[in-house]
């Protein structure tokens, strides 16, 4: 694992007319390392997001990503980072390959860049099978393998996945996780999810938010040894209901 950190939070809240979204919150994410945001609805995982992604400015605070300050340096940022938000953003008329080119090409990569880098993503995630297939034809998996596909053309060094198994099967989603673990260690990811089982077979550490509060940070086995509960499930729960780190 490297020692640079990826992103570094500093005291960061939201705050929307009367509604905190966000406390102040202050955390380091490594280079290399895959992050969970854990946190019941409402609890501030898509406004950190939005700001970290720069779609939303915060209220107070800093973050720097690799380096770069959060507002100060957008257009570095936006080099490199991407974004696989919750809904699928691919163009439904447009095949599999179709969609990945158009990417490629529209972020400036030449025909035959973009050909080859199209090919390596068809490869590397299994997509042969579907690669003249119309988007809108797919299934939610496959549109979801697609959406972080056209995410990871431009080479990011920071991939932020908003619930990237929502609403899939226990069989489409097994085949997601296979395709985000083959990114672990390369590219930093930071993950949302409802889902624990989810957290626990992809995180390397996860931080849980609740009330725009984070709660408790730690790998897996950390936070069940904070909350004093023998499962995961049960940390979480202890967290989310009251307990305090
Ligand atoms: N544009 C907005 N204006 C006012 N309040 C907002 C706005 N966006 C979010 N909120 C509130 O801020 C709080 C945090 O919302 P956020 O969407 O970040 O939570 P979340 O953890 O992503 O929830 P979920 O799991 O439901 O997606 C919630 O109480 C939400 O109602």
């Known amino acids: 694992m490297k020692l640079t950190n990826a992103i570094e939070i500093q005291q960061l809240s939201k ?3 009367t509604k905190v979204a966000l406390h102040p919150l202050t955390l380091s994410i490594p280079e290399g390392q895959l992050f969970g945001l854990l946190g019941v609805n409402g609890a501030g995982k898509t406004t950190l997001i939005k700001i970290l992604t720069g779609l939303l400015k915060p209220s107070s605070g800093t973050a720097h990503i690799l380096g770069h ?3 100060k340096e957008d257009s570095a940022i936006h080099s490199i980072i991407a974004v696989s938000p919750q809904e699928t953003a691919i163009a439904p008329n447009l095949t599999v390959r179709e969609n990945l080119l158009l990417m490629a090409r529209i972020h400036g ?3 035959l860049q973009a050909t080859a880098k199209v090919d390596e993503m068809i490869a590397q995630f299994s997509l042969e099978p579907f690669e003249k297939e119309r988007g809108k034809t797919l299934s939610g998996g496959w549109q979801r393998k697609l959406s972080i596909s056209m995410a990871l053309i431009l080479e990011p060094r920071i ?7 929502l609403g899939l099967d226990i069989i489409s989603r097994q085949e997601l996780w296979t395709m985000i673990q083959k990114l672990k260690g390369s590219t930093t990811i930071v993950l949302t999810t409802h889902y624990l089982e989810e957290a ?3 995180c390397d550490r996860i ?3 609740k009330d725009g509060y984070m709660k ?3 790998t897996v086995d950390e936070l069940i040894d904070q909350s004093k ?9 202890h967290f989310v209901t009251g307990g305090e780190s």
């Not at 509960?229 to 729960?237: I, L, W």
């Open 15 to 17: 705050q929307y007319k």
């Open 216 to 218: 408790a940070v730690g």
């Open 229 to 237: 509960q023998s499962t995961f499930k049960d940390a979480f729960v």
């Open 200 to 202: 626990v077979e992809l």
């Open 109 to 111: 990569f030449s025909k």
């Open 207 to 209: 931080c849980i938010l």
């Open 69 to 71: 300050s959060l507002s």
């Open 159 to 165: 991939l932020f996945l908003d619930e990237p198994t």
